[in-house]
């Protein structure tokens, strides 16, 4: 618990107060995850972003409060079953497979209910290294969130894109449904 130092002027006298406050979770958890999962990132206590969890972390991921994990990864790209690891542990699974060739509409419109929908919150995107996570979480923003699109690409390479041919064919996908949406 920390003290914060407040200042309080009553009746031209000048008092300090000191006032124990609670603050929110300490980023030893967050740390601890990304200790654990390939290229975890958390910036807000809404999402998370990550490679492969293994399976042995998805007791942590409840215990830091993930609701829901999405998969971007195809079942056969992982060594377990994960949709069981994640209900295991009372989260939702959710899996949209992508590759830089398989990015559809419908895949697309799948992402962004998942990403958009409250109830999916906190939520952890993951596929193998975080590439397609942040390939897809350009495209989410640059489309549903109408951020700009240098902000976007900013943010998805802080989230994991690092394939410049992904990154080549999300641009594409942007380009070619700008103002489509």
Not at 14 to 39: C, F, K, Y
Not at 47 to 70: D, Y
Not at 75 to 80: C, G, K, V
Request: net charge negative.
């Amino acid at each position: 618990m920390r003290t914060i130092l407040t200042v309080a002027l009553a009746v031209g006298l000048v008092a300090a107060v000191m006032t124990p406050v609670a603050l929110p979770q300490t980023s030893t958890a967050r740390d601890q995850l990304a200790e654990e999962i390939p290229n975890y990132t958390r910036p807000d206590e809404e999402i998370a972003f990550a490679g492969q969890p293994p399976e042995e972390v998805f007791a942590k991921l409840k215990e830091a409060g993930f609701q829901t994990i999405l998969s971007l990864r195809s079942p056969d790209e992982i060594d377990f079953d994960e949709k069981k690891a994640a209900e295991a542990h009372g989260m939702t699974f959710v899996n949209i497979p992508i590759t830089s060739s398989t990015i559809t509409d419908d895949k697309v419109a799948q992402f962004s209910r998942v990403v958009s929908d409250p109830e999916n919150k906190p939520l952890l995107i993951h596929c193998g290294a975080a590439s397609r996570v942040g390939g897809m979480w350009y495209i989410y923003r640059a489309l549903f969130d109408k951020a700009p699109e240098e902000q976007s690409l900013d943010e998805a390479l802080a989230r994991g894109l690092d394939s410049p041919a992904l990154e080549a064919v999300v641009k594409d996908y942007v380009a070619s449904r700008k103002g489509k949406q």
